[in-house]
């Protein structure tokens, strides 16, 4: 397989606006979605309390959203590394392109520490995550115990597709990526110094996120369907490099959405009695 196959030359510029235009929809559609959720679970609440609760629970529920979309790209961006880069080390125990210093030396590298590096890249993940929710797409509204929950669910989301992956017959091994997020999640639940109570409020936190999740995996799905139907993703290379374009184009949409702060203009959130008191007293 060759760069071109990976990178698609044959991926248009207009149909790459197409696909964009695609996602930005599927993502304005999942935030009407959310909006419904949150007129839903408002009202459950006094009449007198229902109206400033939709648009604070609306926007809380598209930051954990975008949030799902940033660590599940973060996340699938290392797994689709992994594919890569291995599949480049399975191309050279061939004995293709071994000639260079720079690939003698990545053979070489991947040879003897290959663990290391598969752990390095998990690194690197969690620092992109971090750089998108904090300065590219800042996600003010939660809390880091919040954020610490839905990357947790980030995982579980890139097990489930890696595990779809190898029933549709891809032909990479996934096994020791999905190794190593399965640990991690684990790690996340059961720690050393962690009580039955840290479990349980554990559990119940990524339970409580679990329609955010089902949410980002309908929208996800969607879109590789539609680019893998109409040729935009590749087929004959491997499914996770789709995959992960995919989540690229789901982050330009979110990105585009977040900064336009068109949701905040839509859904106002309504000021408190203390707030219009301060207001009014400057205008005094």
């Known amino acids: ?12 510029w207009l149909q790459k606006l197409l696909f964009f235009a695609v996602g930005l929809v599927g993502v304005l559609v999942c935030d009407l979605v959310l909006l419904g959720g ?15 609760a ?9 930051q954990l959203f975008y949030e799902m979309i ?25 004995g293709a392109g071994r ?16 663990d290391f590096i598969l752990l390095l890249l998990i690194c690197l993940s969690i620092v992109l995550n971090t750089i998108l929710d904090s300065l590219i797409i800042p996600l003010g509204r939660l809390a880091k115990e919040e954020k610490a929950a839905v990357r947790m669910l980030g995982m579980f ?28 999640m684990v790690g996340r639940f059961v720690y050393f110094d962690a009580s039955f109570m840290d479990f349980l409020d554990a559990i119940k936190n990524a339970f409580l996120r679990l329609p955010i999740l ?23 290379n491997y499914y996770i490099v789709g995959v992960f374009y995919t989540h690229l184009f789901l982050l330009g949409a979110v990105f585009l959405v977040h900064n336009s702060k068109i949701m905040k203009f839509l859904v106002r959130e309504n000021k408190t ?9 400057e205008q005094v």
């Open 1 to 12: 397989m060759t760069i071109d196959a990976y990178l698609n030359s044959d991926f248009t």
């Open 38 to 52: 949150a007129r839903f679970t408002s009202s459950f609440m006094p009449r007198r309390e229902r109206r400033n």
């Open 54 to 62: 939709v648009p604070v629970k609306f926007h809380k529920y598209l």
């Open 70 to 94: 940033i660590s599940g790209t973060s996340v699938i961006s290392f797994a689709c590394a992994y594919v890569v880069l291995n599949h480049i080390y399975s191309l050279m125990q061939g």
């Open 99 to 114: 000639s260079g210093v720079v690939l003698q030396y990545f053979y070489q590298l991947w040879t003897d520490g290959k």
């Open 157 to 184: 989301y890139a097990i489930i597709i890696l595990v779809y992956l190898n029933l549709i017959g891809d032909e990479s091994e996934y096994s020791p990526v999905m190794m190593y997020y399965l640990g991690l």
């Open 214 to 236: 089902v949410l980002c995996m309908v929208l996800c799905s969607g879109m590789c369907f539609f680019g893998f139907g109409m040729g935009y993703l590749l087929e004959r």
């Open 273 to 281: 009695d203390e707030e219009s008191d301060y207001e009014r007293d």
